[in-house]
């Protein structure tokens, strides 16, 4: 299959995994959880896959965290979209949890996605060894927390209301931890659970994180609101640096061109394998959004 029937295939696959992990739950808080997790391109779940498959694991394990990692994904989008944060109104083109429903049941459902993404990690069905299972917690707990993508939100509220914009180097960190670090845990969980060394593999999802965030930037400039499904130019009217602002969009997109052939270049160890995770670098910044 092409790299976009076998980005379809997962989208469905990581679909009916996140149906089972929802079936116990109902009311206005499961319904808002299976609400927060539709439509996307379940990128990170399609890295944690292609990953893991690069060592033969198991695809039913390999799932398990593909969903972990979509579920802790929505819960970040839901708490960003909240007004105490970005006051998003649009999500992937549907209203945001907190205007479908209500702040209350969207700070619960943040809490209950978060929650569930540990659960399923920790399962004995994700893996049977409790080393590998604690190793997958332990590090989505790094990479999700206060030193990590919380951190790089943090630093995104601060630069608001900074006396002077950031600089490259600090918009880069920023970026590092707000949105690169949810891209490197999918890459490190497939070789923990194959047992493999997981560093090629975090170092080829930093160089996409970054690529992908410089891709963000640069849609948030010249993209269509209507292919991105959520209000676009709002970091301009912020006035928050951004890589295009700091760069200028040409720029931007030759380090970004640069970050993807770098990041190419990290696949090649796992050829023919990992053609797909080549294609992923090379998808981020085409992507509409």
Request: aromatic share 6%; charged share 25%.
């Amino acid at each position: 299959m092409s790299f976009a029937e076998d980005l379809k295939a997962a989208q469905a696959e990581v679909q009916r995994a996140l149906d089972a992990a929802f079936a116990p739950f109902d009311g206005p808080v499961g319904d808002a959880m299976r609400y927060a997790t539709q439509g996307g391109k379940r990128l990170r779940a399609f890295l944690v896959l292609e990953s893991a498959a690069l060592f033969d694991v198991p695809r039913a394990r390999a799932l398990r965290a593909a969903a972990a990692i979509e579920c802790l994904h929505a819960y970040s989008l839901v708490h960003d979209d909240l007004p105490c944060m970005d006051d998003d109104d649009l999500r992937r083109g549907q209203p945001t949890v907190h205007r479908r429903w209500d702040e209350a049941t969207a700070v619960l459902a943040g809490d209950a996605l978060q929650t569930l993404a540990f659960e399923l990690l920790a399962d004995p069905a994700t893996h049977p060894d409790p080393g590998v299972r604690a190793e997958l917690v332990l590090w989505l707990a790094r990479d999700a927390g206060a030193a990590g993508m919380v951190r790089g939100q943090a630093l995104d509220i601060a630069a608001e209301t900074a006396a002077a914009p950031l600089t490259l180097e600090q918009v880069t960190e920023l970026q590092r931890l707000k949105t690169g670090r949810l891209l490197e845990w999918p890459c490190r969980a497939g070789a923990l659970l194959g047992g493999a060394d997981p560093a090629p593999l975090v170092e080829y999802a930093a160089k996409l994180g970054l690529a992908f965030q410089i891709a963000d930037d640069l849609l948030d400039v010249e993209g269509d609101a209507k292919l991105a499904g959520k209000a676009l130019r709002k970091d301009e009217a912020a006035g928050k640096a951004t890589f295009v602002s700091l760069l200028g969009a040409e720029a931007a997109r030759a380090r970004a061109e640069a970050l993807v052939r770098e990041a190419e270049m990290s696949t090649l160890i796992y050829t023919p394998k990992g053609a797909n995770l080549t294609h992923v670098a090379r998808y981020v910044v085409t992507r509409d959004r």
